[in-house]
């Protein structure tokens, strides 16, 4: 007989424990995300057919307008918290602002915020290379009852209550941690059903695998220079190989199975890097950390960064502990290059 394996709704509630005096209302939060993800995965697969569905932009047979993949995605995820009324506010990506959510009769009750970016590594989907969602939650930090504040979303990596990433990969995965570990849900399309294919996941202590934009090399800050050169030279376990998709969540997902480091520096191109503190690399962070990894900016811990804005970026080197480690060594030697 087929054996059955948990699926994430029965994992959730399951989990509820951990949280004394839970009232539930994180586990629907975290499932409401699980539906969001099965609709925009949906979404994502058909992708390859715009040339036969019409592109974004175009009129439908419906009469709607296409939209962009990741607005799409944008929408489906706040729809989603939005009419179940699960948030109190959330901060996206495709947002310029926070979006604020009254509760019934105005009351905004809900005590967590959503920090979002619904579908990262767009540009790859038009050469059908897997994309993700990235989320991240916190407690909101003012009175409840009231409209959520900018300091609701400006809160350090380490307050996050819960973090996670969707990977809309050759199998659609759920990834997310509690603050309990780690744990990896693959979706049964045929059912449409995540189930708990990866428990307890783990970075290998140290890897082979370096993940960076090379093509940036002469932009980079010396340490990252040096530290490439490190990992191309000849020695027991080195040269190291090189990986890199352009998609943080396939990247950051490869790495945390095989063991590996992903890289996004400062360069004279990005002079404070690329990626956003508040929705990629905190929740990556706190991913990475739970997982028994290390995530900095090249100098200190990613999730005790102030963040001052929404959509601050950061530069970022997670993965596996030795290889951070080691990377950092090299950036110590420079620190004049610290203040980005
Ligand atoms: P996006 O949020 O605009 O999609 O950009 C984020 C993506 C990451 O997924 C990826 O690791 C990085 O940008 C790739 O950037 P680059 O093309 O500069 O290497
Ligand atoms: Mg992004």
């Known amino acids: 007989m087929q054996k059955t394996h948990m699926t994430l709704g029965e994992f959730i509630i399951d989990n509820q424990k951990h949280f004394k005096y839970s009232s539930g209302e994180l586990s629907r939060l975290l499932n409401s995300i699980r539906l969001a993800a099965k609709i925009v ?55 310029d602002d926070f979006v604020t959510i009254e509760g019934k009769e ?21 050469v ?38 969707i990977i809309y990969g050759t199998s659609t995965m759920l990834v997310y941690t509690t603050g309990h570990g780690v744990n990896g ?42 530290y490439i050169k490190y990992c191309q030279e000849e020695s027991e376990n080195r040269p190291y190989t090189s990986r890199y998709i352009g998609s943080l969540v ?23 890097g690329k990626l956003r503190l508040l929705y990629e690399c905190n929740p990556i962070a706190f991913l990475a950390e739970q997982a028994k990894g290390k995530a900095t900016d090249g100098y200190k811990r990613i999730m005790d960064i102030d963040p001052t804005e929404l959509h601050q970026r950061v530069p970022i080197f997670c993965g596996s502990t030795k290889m951070v480690a080691k990377a950092e060594s090299f950036m110590a030697k420079y620190p004049e290059d610290k203040d980005y």
């Open 128 to 165: 059908n290379v897997s994309v993700g969602t990235i989320f991240s939650i916190y407690r909101r930090v003012t009175p409840s009852g009231t409209p959520v504040q900018s300091e609701d979303f400006l809160q350090k990596g380490n307050e996050q209550v819960a973090a996670g990433y």
């Open 106 to 126: 105005n009351s905004h009750t809900n005590k967590y915020v959503l920090l979002i970016d619904p579908l990262d590594g767009s540009s790859n989907i038009d």
């Open 250 to 272: 396939s990247d950051f997902h490869r790495n945390m199975i095989k063991g590996g480091i992903y890289m996004y520096p400062t360069s004279a191109k990005a002079p404070k």
């Open 185 to 226: 849900f693959t979706l049964n399309p045929a059912l449409g059903v995540f189930y708990l294919s990866h428990p307890n996941m783990e970075f290998p202590e140290d890897g082979a695998i370096y993940s960076i934009n090379e093509g940036n090399y002469v932009h980079f800050p010396q340490g990252v220079k040096d």
């Open 41 to 95: 995965n949906h979404d994502v697969n058909k992708a390859g057919l715009v040339d036969i569905l019409g592109e974004a932009g175009d009129t439908n047979i419906q009469g709607e307008d296409q939209q962009k993949l990741d607005v799409y995605a944008n929408d489906v995820f706040k729809s989603a918290l939005i009419n179940r009324e699960i948030v109190c506010g959330i901060a996206s990506e495709e947002e």
